[in-house]
């Protein structure tokens, strides 16, 4: 079986775009939706990409104190663009599926994970904030949320709490309870739903 970039040498870039809330689960689903889609191989070659404003030197502390600015939104969607060219992805950022969708030169696949205030809060304690009280991972990612979602309404006009289906008038290809599946679980349905979309492309 042909490969979809062998079949189209003129493929555009394959993005699957992951977003949600502080906790949500981003980065652990990314990473196993990058191993099944590499393991298929039907579509080519995946790299992950986390573009949050995490791997921009000093985003983080601005947002967290409400101080982001247009010059930090500027170098994020830069920064974003300029990864997911470089080929097949696997992206995991707060507003890359609004930022992505905007861009005609790719294939965009966006998911947005779902979870209770209390259960991202429980799934931080145990991974990068353990070890502090839970009152204490509270009170942070709801700063961070809310900032961040401030953040983008004042510089993009885009209410990342809106979010909502395609077919609903949003951007999303799914909207997803991470409490409702495993983390395999979820990867495997992501997997099956841009596989299936890019084999309805092609048949096409």
Known sequence: ????????KSAMPVVVAISGLTGSGKSAIAEQVLEKLNENGSLGKFRYVSASYKSVPGAMEKVLQGNA????????????????????????????????RRDEGLNVFAVWLDAPLDVRVARKAESEMKGKDLSEIKEYIRTKDENTAEHFMKEYKIDIL???????????????????????????????????????????
Do not use: P, Y
């Open 1 to 8: 079986m042909q490969s979809f970039a062998s079949q189209n």
């Open 69 to 100: 600015d247009k010059k930090l939104a500027n170098s994020f969607d830069d920064m974003i663009n300029r990864e997911a060219h470089k080929g097949n992805s696997v992206v995991t950022a707060w507003l890359g599926a609004w930022l992505l």
């Open 162 to 204: 809106e979010h909502k289906l395609i077919k609903d008038g949003g951007v999303f290809d799914m909207i997803i309870d991470t409490t409702q599946d495993t983390i395999i679980g979820i990867a495997d349905s992501i997997v099956k739903m841009v596989c299936e979309t890019i084999d309805g492309i092609l048949a096409k």
